[in-house]
């Protein structure tokens, strides 16, 4: 945030006040200089009872006389604020998003009154150029100087990392990603992390974890990619009302995750294994589905010769949160346990 916003409408009405009093309100309404919400030449028209192509040309016809008064009796009045434009840009590689542009300048990364000043002036220097949102990029600035065409192809090849890494990256390990793909000298960490924001298909969660937009665990899209997120975080199995808890804490959203809505949730996705009661587990964390026996018949069964009880016992608690004692009243299920004379256990079934 800087302090040249506070002054930016007076430079702004002393530059605009050579227009005609018509061509000084359609350049207004335009870039929304007193509303801060700019109107369609469809909507200036029909207010003046001329077509929209009339309208762009007063609109252009205003605007080269602009240009010229910003060069010449207004330059020094101007120049500030060029150059906090071009001392940006410089800096993150000569692009940035409008909305960190208008965030730098006034503290607010929406179009208001004074961000549309700004965005008013670059208009009218032709080193500057706003690029309008697309499939890939959100809606941002650079400089004229070719300098974009190289950065968006290293954008694209970071897209194309993190997809085969297929990983969440902290934004240490993100930024160790672009030094290795960029030619150039490497900008600040800060600065390439909100340079990259130009991108539609690159983003942060809600933990800061950078990776491509399209992920579930960069945008969740229901509660069990919310659960999912908050239990894998967590490294270890949970009860239902602590993931929920978990959800709720992070704030996802701002309507609050209920606990049976979440407890469906787990019972119906595979991701979540029931560990105990109420427990759950994530499945590529090695937990199987199925009860206790279950679990004992898998044991034994990759084990191929017979174990003790101890050891079975043990195997089991890795992977549910159990008693002992169920863990035993199980092995006395003489339908699919029988027991060596040396107390080992195996599978009664073939």
């Known amino acids: 945030m800087t302090s040249l916003d506070k002054n930016i409408k007076k430079v702004v009405a002393s530059l605009v006040k050579s227009l005609s009093e018509r061509n000084r309100d359609i350049v207004l309404r335009r870039f929304g200089l007193k509303t801060g919400s700019r109107e369609t030449l469809e909507s200036i028209g029909q207010s003046y009872g001329i077509t929209r192509e009339r309208v762009r040309q007063i609109e252009d016809y205003a605007l080269k006389n602009l240009r010229t008064e910003s060069s010449g009796s207004m330059a020094s009045a101007i120049k500030p604020y060029f150059d906090f434009a071009l001392n940006l840009l410089a800096g993150h590689s000569g692009f940035l998003s409008e909305k960190d542009l208008y965030a730098k300048f006034s503290g607010q990364d929406k179009d208001n009154s004074n961000n549309l000043s700004l965005a008013f002036l670059l208009a009218l220097n032709p080193v500057f150029a706003r690029n309008y949102e697309n499939e890939n990029f959100n809606t941002f600035w650079s400089l004229n100087d070719g300098s974009f065409e190289p950065a968006a192809k290293l954008v694209a090849s970071i897209e194309s990392a993190l997809k085969e890494k297929n990983t969440l990256l902290t934004k240490e390990e993100f930024y160790s990603l672009y030094k290795t ?94 560990v105990g009661r109420g427990i759950y587990g994530l499945s590529e964390w090695g937990y199987k589905s199925g009860t206790v026996k279950d679990v004992l018949v898998d044991i034994l069964r990759e084990s191929k010769k017979s174990l003790d009880k101890g050891t079975l016992v043990a195997k089991v608690l890795s992977s549910r949160y159990v008693k002992e004692n169920t863990v035993i009243l199980n092995l006395q299920d003489s339908k699919v346990f029988a027991k060596k004379q040396d107390g080992t256990y195996f599978l009664k079934e073939v």
Not at 182 to 203: G, W
Not at 245 to 254: E, G, H, R, T
């Open 181 to 274: 793909k960029t030619k150039n000298k490497p900008i600040a960490l800060d600065a390439f992390l909100t340079s990259v924001s130009v991108s539609k298909n690159i983003d942060k969660n809600i933990f800061g974890q950078y990776g491509l937009a399209s992920w579930s665990e960069i945008k969740p899209r229901g509660v069990r990619d919310r659960a999912y997120m908050v239990l894998k975080r967590e490294a270890k199995p949970k009860h239902f009302r602590e993931i929920t808890s978990l959800i709720n804490v992070a704030q996802f959203a701002f309507k609050k995750a209920n606990v049976q809505t979440v407890h469906n949730e787990l019972i119906k996705d595979s991701r979540f294994v029931l």
